[in-house]
């Protein structure tokens, strides 16, 4: 009687629980699941995503219909005003939900792994993270001055609140993704120089003041680090690094297996101690490289800055979830 009452529990639950659901953890935000899809918020997705989202695919619940919910999601909160202050708010609750399910893609740890699992993965989390750029960029650009601007600016970065710092942080982690098989060189290429065209983690005001520019102009004179020549020379110092990599898997066993780098200091001086004796190829540019160095496969790497020449000329500072995390 017990035995039969436990099966009819289990086979109770396996019923109510529908089988695309198993072992799904990452949470996706109620306000992007139920964003109204038109093919027209769908429009040059393949350009943004490298597939054509379609109402079908969107309707998934997989990662593609994810991106594709969210890259719809995009676009009808492009049609916000960024004068009107009240829609700003309401735009900010929803970029933030878009950031929270981006993160919660990071640890999401499925019960089986299907072709092209992490490759999809990362462009929907690049996707959560443009949602804040997007409306980061709508209020720099909005044709409001002087005391009504600085209140609309206001509403993203403020003593609770820097939402340009949360996108550029989303923007890392995707960074950290960018090493998934299955993604094209542009697209890696595209996600380093959002990191450095949108000045992450510089004092972008103190830059607006010295060189006396808007942020508009600032993004657009940094677009050039992710230009085709930069993207080939990465390809061919990525290839160069799989030779040598014997030569830094003392430095990697220092790492652990916790959840946070504990031991930063040890494991960037020894790394950079090494990397320092290697030979890179010359870059087709005469100008620095800077370009990720992986540690552990999608969860840590180190800065590296590489010249034309082949040498390094900096190293060390840590990006993606293991890294630890700058103090605010």
């Known amino acids: 009687m017990q035995t039969t009452r436990f099966l009819s529990i289990v086979l109770g639950m396996a019923l109510v629980a529908p089988a695309s659901n198993a072992g799904r953890s990452y949470d996706e935000a109620s306000s992007i699941k139920k964003v109204k899809v038109t093919s027209s918020k ?33 676009q009808s909160l492009k049609s916000n005003s960024a004068q009107n202050i009240f829609k700003v708010k309401n735009d900010v609750i929803k970029a933030r939900a878009a950031l929270e399910s981006g993160k919660s893609l ?41 005391r009504a ?3 609309v600016k206001g509403v993203i970065k403020n003593e609770k609140l820097d939402l340009f710092n949360e996108a550029c942080l989303c923007a890392q982690d995707t960074v950290a993704m960018s090493s998934a098989p299955g993604l094209r060189v542009e697209e890696k290429g595209r996600w380093q120089g959002l990191v450095t065209s949108r000045g992450c983690f ?10 006396n520019i808007e942020a508009t102009e600032f993004r657009g004179e940094a677009q050039r680090f992710g230009k085709v020549g930069q993207v080939e020379d990465r390809e061919k110092i990525k290839n160069y690094v799989t030779t040598q990599e014997l030569t830094i898997e003392r430095c990697k066993d220092k790492i652990g297996k916790g959840r946070k780098l504990k031991k930063a200091d040890l494991v960037e001086k020894c790394v950079c101690n090494a990397v320092k004796r290697w030979h890179f190829p010359k870059l087709s540019k005469e100008e620095n490289l800077k370009i990720p160095l992986e540690l552990v496969e999608g969860k840590l790497n180190i800065g590296l800055e590489i010249t034309p020449k082949g040498s390094v000329a900096q190293c060390g500072g840590f990006t993606g979830f293991m890294a630890p995390r700058k103090a605010k």
């Not at 999401?108 to 929907?124: H, W």
């Open 42 to 74: 769908l429009e040059g997705s393949e350009k943004a995503l490298g597939y054509a989202c379609t109402l079908q695919s969107a309707r998934s619940k997989n990662f593609d219909g994810q991106a594709c919910r969210l890259y719809a999601f995009r």
């Open 106 to 146: 990071v640890d999401f740890k499925p019960v089986s792994k299907t072709p092209g699992f992490y490759a999809r993965r990362a462009r929907a989390h690049h996707q959560s993270c443009m949602v804040a750029f997007d409306l980061v960029d709508r209020v720099e650009e909005s044709r409001l001055k002087g």
């Open 149 to 151: 601007k600085e209140r």
């Open 202 to 211: 510089l004092d972008r005001d103190k830059v607006f003041q010295e060189k």
